[in-house]
């Protein structure tokens, strides 16, 4: 059975909403970095098809 003290620790516990704000800004940093990271990729992939180009017209 619980006490009184462990009730009012498991409700306060539960109230609490201090780091909310730190896990929601994480998630759009995350979802911000995916959206980098796909970018560059597409990116790279285009750039080395340039340079392949232009180390062909070399040969």
Known sequence: MRTA???RTLLGFIR???G??????SLIA???????VAAVSG???SVNGVWE???NAFN
């Open 43 to 45: 990116l790279g992939t």
């Open 16 to 18: 609490d909403e201090n």
């Open 53 to 55: 180009k232009v180390g």
């Open 30 to 36: 995350a979802g911000i970095a995916s959206a980098i």
């Open 20 to 25: 909310a704000t730190a896990i929601e800004y």
């Open 5 to 7: 003290q462990e009730h």
